[in-house]
């Protein structure tokens, strides 16, 4: 056991054999590129101007009213394809460029990674081929077509749950085949070191940016976890800061922080929700950005650290709070990213308290999927 | 010393290529998974065989054994009731057994309780895909003490000294996977495979035996030049009927026949 690896207890890279020289190569390049002033000011111009950084950090009128304290959304709602995701996808889009990998493969769940990819690939040129479940690829149907658009093939992944955990072992199998032309584009800080490092520290421009644009400093921050990036992403910066409290928001229905047991999925050993034999158990959220049953190894040291809290919310209310920003604040907020304002929404606060929310994405992708509601198509008509 | 170390050791001595027989456990059924298992041993079909613990997230199989995989949980197998059925047999198969288990299956209890489990069925050593070597010591310092070994897997593109390392602590054989990829059939052997395994088989005093994607007879043929011995998955779970044990007797008989003549000739 290699403690670099590792947070704490967690991580590792748990991966067939034929995967250790792939992931050495990319922590070499990684690490080169990262310490490359050359890379690094590529990426931020990219970040710059294609993808429409820094996002806003917007004093939520509306929302800090109904909670009686400032309450404050990082806008990655306003990123270019419409969430966080983007941030990663360039940065490890740049990283294959930069080591010669011209054949990109990633899975998504939401579709907001594989989007994200898709545009990043079509950017630098290369070959994308997205994998998705079966059941996301029908209640993801807009962001499907985006894809296709953007010139990615979609390998439906028809196997297990038919969501995220099965595209991601699709995308792992693929990889494995090919190690040495495909570059795998994880999508969030999951899976075996060092993506859960590389995603990390390519969301942590999010932090970054909220440090130089709040007046003093926040107490609480706030992101939904489904593998954990956008969350990471704005945590990180913060982390030393221990007066400040961290929110992690899952879905009810997938909540392997507060409801699963330590384990291994995907090459790390994290919380995770399994059964009593071992067999990882099928997931359900409305937010299909969410809907997974293991989360990324740095939130299972968070969690045993008490640096950070873990909360969760179901589909009701992350529904309730979806539609009360969009009427409100005249922002539709991703349903993943609702979770989030539905945790804050629920809380009690004094008024001198300074709360950010990642607004992690934008809420268009699910416009659908809601409006297929019997009880919702009623109301508005 | 354990069966399968010594069943390993003298077939190497006496340069003969081994052969063992991957199997589902609970596949398609438990009773026909363990008549399959008894009437290979009976007929001296191959000189070990692989259990593999049916998970429902199998990163290093192909589509067959996903499959069969699938198909025993939803039926009800669990790690517990296939090892039941294996102690079962204890006392009346004479075949050594190798355990191949994704390693969160055996996090689900205590990892010193499941493999003591194991070892109390009987299983001589384990195989877990998505454990490396690196990420191993914990597991094999307990099979060690529950008296069980570890076989621990090589890729084409693993480097010469880690080749090294793992030849030390593998035992009693190196898994050598045949080509990048995941179990499976059709997998094409050339040139370039058998100068893969001669190399490794140089950098390592244990045998070395082969898998993933042996498929036919001239596969078997091709390999056993140089592999020490060979790993049959999915072209044997491919010849298991669901609901006709005869028939699939029938059909592993001729296809270890037919093996055992391309390997031993
Ligand atoms: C808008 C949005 N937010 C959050 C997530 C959850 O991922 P993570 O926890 O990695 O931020 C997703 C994933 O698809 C998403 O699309």
């Known amino acids: ?381 | 010393m354990s069966k399968l170390k010594d069943k390993v050791e003298r077939l190497y001595r006496e340069d003969k290529t081994g052969l063992s027989f991957f199997l589902t456990g609970g596949y398609p059924d438990m009773e026909s998974f363990t008549k399959l298992v008894k009437y290979i041993d009976k007929n001296n079909l191959a000189d070990f065989i692989e259990v593999g613990i049916p998970f429902s997230d199998p990163v290093a199989d192909g589509p067959v054994i996903q499959e069969s995989s699938q198909k025993a949980i939803s039926a009800g197998t669990t790690y517990n009731n296939i090892l039941m059925a294996v102690k079962s047999l204890k006392n009346k198969i004479d075949i050594p057994l190798v355990l191949m288990s994704y390693l969160n299956i055996l996090l689900a209890d205590e990892l010193e309780k499941t493999l003591l489990t194991a070892a109390d069925a009987g299983f001589s050593a384990a195989i877990i895909p998505d454990m490396p070597y690196g990420e191993h010591e914990k597991a094999l310092e307990i099979l060690k003490r529950v008296g069980m070994e570890l076989i621990l897997l090589i890729s084409p593109g693993t480097p010469d000294k880690r080749v090294r390392e793992i030849g030390k602590e593998s035992s009693p054989f190196l898994y050598y996977v045949s080509s990048y990829g995941v179990t499976g059939n059709g997998k094409k052997f050339d040139k370039k495979t058998l100068e893969s395994i001669r190399k490794v088989r140089n950098l390592s005093a244990k045998p070395v035996y082969c898998g993933f994607g042996i498929t036919t007879g001239k596969d078997a043929q091709y390999i056993a030049d140089i592999a020490d011995g060979e790993i049959i998955g999915s072209a044997v779970i491919d010849l298991i009927s669901e609901n006709n044990i005869e028939q699939t007797f029938n059909d592993i008989y001729k296809f270890a026949i037919n093996i055992g003549k391309s390997i031993r000739e």
């Not at chain 1, 909670?67 to 490890?92: F, M, P």
């Not at chain 1, 199998?173 to 520290?201: F, M, T």
């Not at chain 1, 304002?341 to 994405?361: D, F, H, R, T, Y």
Request: hydrophobic share 35%; net charge positive.
């Open chain 1, 1 to 381: 056991m290699d403690e670099k690896y590792y947070y704490g207890g967690f991580g590792g890279r748990y991966v067939p054999e034929s995967l250790i020289e792939p992931l050495n190569e990319l922590d070499r390049n990684y690490k080169s590129c990262k310490k490359d002033k050359n890379f690094q000011s590529k990426l931020s111009d990219i970040l710059k101007n294609y993808a429409g950084r820094p996002t806003p950090l917007y004093l939520s009128g509306a929302l800090s009213e109904y909670c009686g304290c400032s309450v404050y959304l990082k806008r990655e709602d306003l990123c270019h394809t419409g969430a966080h995701k983007i941030n990663n996808a360039l940065g490890q889009g740049l990283l294959a460029v930069e080591t010669g990998k011209r054949n990109i493969i990633a899975e998504t769940g939401a579709g907001q990674h594989g989007v994200a990819t898709a545009a990043a690939a079509a950017l630098f040129g290369l070959k994308c081929t997205i994998y998705m479940g079966t059941k996301d690829i029908k209640r993801q149907h807009n962001n499907v077509v985006r894809m296709k658009l953007l010139g990615a093939d979609i390998v439906e992944v028809q196997e297990g749950d038919k969501t995220l955990n099965a595209a991601v072992n699709a995308t792992l199998r693929r990889w494995v085949q090919d190690p040495e032309n495909i570059y795998y584009l994880l999508g969030s800080c999951v899976g075996p070191h060092p993506y859960p490092a590389i995603v990390r520290d390519f969301h942590s421009v999010i932090g970054k940016e909220v440090k130089e644009q709040i007046p003093d400093r926040p107490d609480v921050i706030v992101a939904c976890v489904g593998g954990g990036s956008n969350s990471i992403g704005i945590f990180t910066p913060f982390f030393k800061d221990k007066n400040i409290r961290f929110v992690g928001v899952e879905a009810e229905g997938c909540a392997s922080l507060s409801k699963g047991k330590v384990g291994v999925l995907h090459g790390a050993k994290s919380y995770l929700l399994y059964d009593k034999n071992g067999q990882i158990k099928k997931t359900h959220s409305i937010a299909p950005g969410l809907d997974y049953s293991g989360v990324g190894p740095e939130h299972s040291f968070y969690k045993e650290r008490s640096r950070a809290e873990y909360v969760n919310i179901n589909d009701s209310e992350a529904l309730k709070a979806f539609r009360w920003l969009s009427k409100n604040e005249g922002i539709i907020p991703a349903l993943e990213s609702s979770h989030a304002v539905a945790w804050v929404m629920k809380e009690k606060w004094n008024g001198g308290q300074k709360v950010v929310i990642n607004l992690s994405g934008r809420g268009d992708k699910d416009i659908d999927e809601i409006f297929s509601m019997e009880e919702i198509k009623r109301e508005y008509e």
